[in-house]
């Protein structure tokens, strides 16, 4: 299994919520603001037709094509106008501007409103009507403008993110990481007692001071040990320390060697007492056999002599 280093799991963990985090608000965002484009465009269709209706019926005696022409030319520059239509009062049209040409589909919502004449005191006179067809061509623009937009800003937040991410791992967490590493592969292969070069408050820096504060304690008790060790190969004769038993330094050879050595002579000593005993034995019943064979000769010579005596005494009669 491949290790992982500490930025790749905060991009590969965190990076996703805030990217999820930044598309929801951006959709929550992009629904309000087409919420509100459609409030306005409502709003609009609601008081354009009647503000240019009142300017038409301002022409009161002028109110001829040319005239109703000019007053409505200025809707061209309106974004949201498809065409307008102005009539008189008997269904005759009288001018017409077409800004935006709807196809297929598309649909625009029509507004109709009377163009009434006030100019004279206590008599209202109905000179036509204005009808203004407007589209949401607008409305969706401004929606995929936002759309846009929020895919922008999740991009170059997360990309914020990411960058601000390696730099602050790099440098609160990454740095004085490999720098402990070091020092600890350091003490581990060629036994050297160095400090990590790093200060700071956060837990990180609490277990750096702890390891040196160790490396420190190391090199001291080291250096006495090395102290008490020059000062008693001074005071012996020859340089050479006596460590007391080889069991309690653990120089198991040159214990198992004496031991090995000890048994050895004692089974020589054993079989040099043994083969002596075995040729004690042997001349003993040597010795015994010989005694017995040397006791029978005689008695042996005894009863002859005996015999010899008693015949020639007369004890013993002559057979």
Known sequence: MSAQTLQSKFVRRVLPVVGLVA??????????????????LQTKQRNLPEA?????????????????????????LDPDVANVVVFDDQDNELAKLEVVHLVGAEKGTVVEKLIV???????????????????????????????????????????SIFLTALVVNRRIIGLPLERFLIAIRGATDHNSREPVAWSSQDEIGQVILAFNQLVAKLATEEAALRRGTSRAR????GGQL??????????????????????????????RRSNRSVRTAGQFWRE?????????????????????????TGSIPDS
């Open 242 to 271: 006596d460590f007391g038993p080889p069991d309690r330094l653990g120089d198991h050879h040159h214990s198992r060697r004496r031991v090995g050595e000890g048994r050895c002579g004692r089974h020589d000593v054993r079989v």
């Open 23 to 40: 598309i929801i608000f951006s959709v929550l965002l992009g629904v309000q603001d087409y919420r509100n484009a459609h409030a306005a």
């Open 288 to 312: 015994r056999h010989h005694g017995r064979n040397a006791a029978r000769g005689a008695d042996s010579a005894w009863g002859n002599d005996s015999g010899h005596l008693r015949r020639a």
């Open 117 to 159: 004449d006030d100019t004279v005191a206590g008599r209202m006179t109905t000179k036509g009507k204005i009808r203004i067809t407007f589209h949401a061509r607008a409305v969706g623009d401004a929606t995929a403008d936002r759309a846009v937009k929020s895919v922008m800003n999740i991009l170059l937040l997360v990309g």
């Open 52 to 76: 240019y209706s009142v300017a038409l019926a301002a022409l009161s005696q002028n109110f001829r094509p040319a005239s109703i022409s000019r007053v409505i030319a200025s809707l061209k």
């Open 234 to 237: 001074r005071s012996r004769p």
